[in-house]
C-alpha cells in the first residue's frame, strides 16, 4: 500500500485543526522544515504560531499577510567576521528561509513578538457580526394579524 502525505497540507494552514489532525493521524508523520516551528491551539479560535530563528533579528524578519495567506521570510547579511573564524562545528543555521501558511477564514494577526529566539506569531479568529449565526424569532400568523389591527385602530 503507498502512503500518502498530507504534510504540505499540515504545515501550511491554521485554523482547520480538526481536519488535518485527523490526516495527522492517518498518516502518522511528523513535518519537517527550516526554520523548525510549532502551531498551538491556545483557545478556541486563538493560536499561536513559534518558530525557532537563533541569531536573527527583528530587522532580519519579515510578516506579510495577504487574503488568507501568511508568510514569515527571513533573510541575515552575510558576516564578514566569520573569514576569520575558524569552525570545528557550525550547527546554528544563518540560511535564508520563507515559510508560508495558509489560514481559514477570519483568521488575523493579532500580535508578533520576538523574544529569546523564538518569533511568536498570535492569530486569532474573528467572524464579523453578520456572518455570526443569530436566532430568528418566528412569528405566529395570528399574532401578527393582531399586530396589525393594534396598529390600525390607533
Do not use: C
Not at 523548525?36 to 524578519?61: H, K, Q, T
Not at 501558511?101 to 467572524?127: C, M
Request: glycine content about 6%; cysteine-free.
Amino acid at each position: 500500500m503507498q502512503n500518502l502525505d498530507f504534510s504540505p497540507f499540515l504545515r501550511s494552514t491554521v485554523g482547520f485543526d480538526r481536519l488535518f489532525d485527523s490526516l495527522d493521524n492517518l498518516v502518522g508523520q511528523e513535518t519537517k522544515s527550516y526554520p523548525p516551528y510549532n502551531i498551538e491551539l491556545i483557545e478556541n479560535d486563538i493560536w499561536l504560531v513559534s518558530i525557532a530563528l537563533a541569531g536573527f533579528s527583528i530587522d532580519d524578519i519579515s510578516i506579510e499577510t495577504k487574503e488568507n495567506s501568511l508568510s514569515i521570510r527571513g533573510a541575515k547579511e552575510p558576516s564578514t567576521d566569520n573569514e576569520d573564524r575558524e569552525f570545528l562545528h557550525r550547527g546554528i543555521a544563518e540560511r535564508s528561509f520563507e515559510l508560508g501558511f495558509q489560514l481559514g477564514d477570519y483568521v488575523e494577526v493579532s500580535n508578533a513578538r520576538l523574544e529569546n529566539g523564538l518569533l511568536n506569531i498570535e492569530l486569532k479568529r474573528e467572524v464579523p457580526e453578520s456572518k455570526k449565526s443569530r436566532q430568528i424569532v418566528i412569528n405566529d400568523k395570528s399574532n401578527a394579524k393582531d399586530k396589525l389591527k393594534s396598529k390600525s385602530v390607533n
